[in-house]
């Protein structure tokens, strides 16, 4: 049987679970695994760096789910700091580039996994590349932020952004002993809220000691004699920074791939079927943070870039590419955070998700607890449900809270992807004792307050 | 419009539940309500004794959720201390005595609402009724309980059983400075799960410093001189015990309904229909601990006496009761439960569940941690699934673990009543980050394991 060989392009959380998995299925004399890495790592957490920035994690290398050495030990060709430079669809092969060396080489694949994740937004303004300023995209950002923190006296820190990185980053900032702005474009923080629950995230910051600043638009990073970062200014202020942290969300890395006529959607990320194989290819697929997926709420493509769908795309990629079988059918829009103590959780649309896709709905929005009233540490929560107008359908839910609350909402993501409606949730049968919930689990509770909305509503 | 009479037997969760529901649907003119509970508290959560004497709730009246009082000035005649001795069927009345007064009277009914809940099981052992032997139903019980503690120096507490009451109690004795031994029917501590997942929690008690004894049947109970309990004996060995907890587990309480003619099931239990209504009789309801309910997993009635339960079956017989509309569809099995830092949880048919009721099953488990690996306090949970063979159809999941294992258990109880196959679960998008979950949650990884092991089965 001749050898078929994979390429991968981006030895991260999708390319990687794909290379692994292939592996699993077909060993090296019938699949050769080439995988090429620009980076310094491969398979590392992103979603640690936070921590790892504020101390929780005490070094870097906790953060690496797999070394190189640990996959080439499973016979997978890992090439790091080897950039893909093209992908030449018609020739089935892809140019690359050795970063060390300049070394450029082309190599032929017979099925190409395009795993080239996103990049982080970064406006061309004034001063944005000023020494103090930094990303958290990989563990080299990490990195460097670290090192600036550990020669800075200042005190000083400005977040740029307040989704899950913004408010992530904001209480590793908080724990480093800095005073923390976060400025924040939208209405509230967690733009992925809707601003009634957004609101609690800014009151519970504030009550941290993070000061946010809503609808706060960057202009420029001013910088000092010495050309460090000194402010970033806003249209109408200036607000004194000795560090400055970029998380203004991510885009699609989809620049190899646009530039070989592959299908993009309105995101920017590649478009799959469901076995994630890029659409009109039959031997491309792709995964991780360079696709859209399925919103099975809503029908429409989304970018939802996360390590968790990664890992399942990459996952089910190789198995297909392995000789198996496996399909991403698509997501509900389910993601948790914490800033300090404060729990956040979403899982489907919010308000004006659903109002885009012409869905009528109606809100029910309840306070409980974590736990049994009576019980020490009970902690309140704040739970609101969408439900779509006469069919009474769940359509999302929305947790803020402390410890308990924000995995509570798989309760609901679960939900979710059955289709249930509210009615129906009422008589779910959730576990209950009281040092894990009242006796009529918030989730409940909310649920029960919706069907009464939507009865209401006719 | 003339005045209905809704008459209550039983003031706790259930009865006062349906009372209010039906007090907000129809106000005092249009409905009289009588209930009557023999006891001293009404609404109050016997779920949260074993907290209560154990200190983590300081005073009983935390665990009472409404008074007689507050029942009254929301027009709910409420009788305390006054039990019903008889229900006339074809009288459409039931017979109480006042236990201060002695009065004997009859009261009429339009509607009768059944409530009588659960009694402890309590074996005519030799000795069981000798002081230091305490149950643990009721605020009386824990009041007993607390004042023999009060009155005791010695500190060996022996608790007989070892399913929910019988582990929280052992905790509970445990926190109060006591050397604790569980006397254990079965061949491992937690009957509700399988043996190979109770042996987890065995093994953990142990570590925490409470003796379990499996497979020991206690015969009697040997009382001092004092006549007061000295130590419990089982066939082949004494087990010292300045105090006794029985924790035997309960039956329903329905011995007014069996006098009554009304139709029982295989565990004692009044058979409702899905309107909670008792089968065969259109103006009697029955819902908490004295009604069988019905298992969605296995098709089967089964007695599942759970306060969270109680207060959805008031809910729904207040709604009819008042005119408005609700059914229980049923349970599907889910407990949760913890001894200090372990968590226990249970959802669907056990190994022997399966088995009986004819469904062939495969299973899966698996070790993962309730956060990323490299996250603070990351802590081990085992995870175990049943599927059915050939289909994959999920039939249970138990899970044991620390913090934050508990509660995942609710994405299972979800996938059991949609009729979820683990092959569909492999594709929840269950909320993920470091704080909460690893990339991959447990739950999802016992299900991919579960599917494998469908697949095997063939």
Redesign the interface.
């Known amino acids: 049987m001749a050898t078929e060989r994979l390429v991968i392009v981006g030895g991260d959380?999708a390319g990687m679970s794909a290379a692994s998995q292939a592996r699993r299925l077909k060993g090296p004399e019938e699949l050769e695994i080439v995988a090429f890495e620009r980076g310094h790592f491969s398979s590392f957490?992103a979603?640690?760096i936070p921590?790892w920035v504020g101390g929780?994690?005490p070094e870097r290398d906790?953060?690496i789910a797999r070394t190189p050495e640990e996959h080439r030990e499973r016979s997978i060709g890992l090439r790091m700091r080897t950039e893909v430079t093209e992908i030449d669809v018609a020739g089935s092969r892809v140019r690359s580039r050795d970063l060390e060396s300049g070394e450029v080489a082309w190599t032929g694949y017979d099925k190409l996994v395009i795993a080239t994740g996103a990049r982080p937004v970064r406006p061309p303004l004034p001063g944005i590349d000023a020494p103090g300023v930094h990303g958290v995209q990989n563990l080299d950002d990490g990195q460097q932020l670290l090192d600036t923190l550990a020669g800075t006296e200042g005190r000083r820190a400005v977040v740029v952004g307040a989704g899950?990185i913004g408010v992530e980053m904001a209480e590793a900032m908080l724990k480093r002993g800095f005073e923390v702005t976060v400025l924040n474009r939208g209405e509230q923080p967690m733009i992925t809220l809707d601003p009634d629950m957004g609101r609690l995230v800014h009151t519970a910051m504030d009550n941290m000691g993070i000061t946010t600043v809503n609808e706060a638009e960057v202009t420029k990073v001013l910088t000092g004699e010495d050309g460090r970062v000194r402010a970033v200014a806003t249209e109408d202020r200036e607000y004194p920074a000795d560090v400055v942290i970029l998380g203004m969300g991510v885009r699609p890395e989809t620049t190899l791939a646009e530039a070989a006529g592959l299908p993009l959607g309105a995101y920017g990320g590649l478009l799959t079927d469901l076995a994630m194989r890029v659409r009109g290819h039959d031997n491309i697929w792709s995964g991780g943070d360079c696709v859209e997926v399925l919103d099975l709420v809503s029908g429409r493509e989304r970018h939802v870039p996360?390590?968790?769908?990664a890992?399942?795309h990459g996952q089910i990629i190789g198995s297909n590419v392995g000789g198996g079988y496996g399909?991403?059918?698509g997501?509900?829009?389910?993601?948790?955070?914490?800033v300090c103590e404060l729990?956040i959780?979403r899982?489907g649309l919010r308000e004006k998700d659903a109002a885009e896709v012409g869905l009528q709905y109606v809100t029910a929005t309840i306070e409980s607890t974590s736990r049994?009233g009576?019980?020490?540490d009970t902690a309140p929560m704040t739970v609101k449900i969408l439900a779509e107008r006469r069919t009474g359908r769940l359509l999302g839910t929305q947790i803020v809270g402390r410890e308990?609350a924000?995995?509570?909402?798989?309760?609901a993501?679960?939900?979710l992807?059955?289709g249930?409606t509210v009615e129906?949730m009422?008589?779910?049968?959730?576990?209950?004792?009281?040092?894990?919930?009242p006796?009529?689990?918030p989730v409940l509770v909310a649920a029960r307050k919706a069907v009464a909305a939507v009865r209401k509503a006719g």
Chains 1, 2 share one sequence.
């Open positions: 959380a957490s979603c640690g921590y929780d994690v906790r953060l899950y996360l390590g968790t769908h890992n399942k399909t991403f059918p997501i509900v829009g389910t993601a948790v955070s914490k729990e959780a899982t049994a009576y019980y020490p308990g924000g995995k509570r909402v798989d309760i993501a679960v939900a992807t059955a249930m129906q009422t008589a779910l049968d959730l576990g209950y004792a009281p040092p894990f919930s006796v009529w689990d």
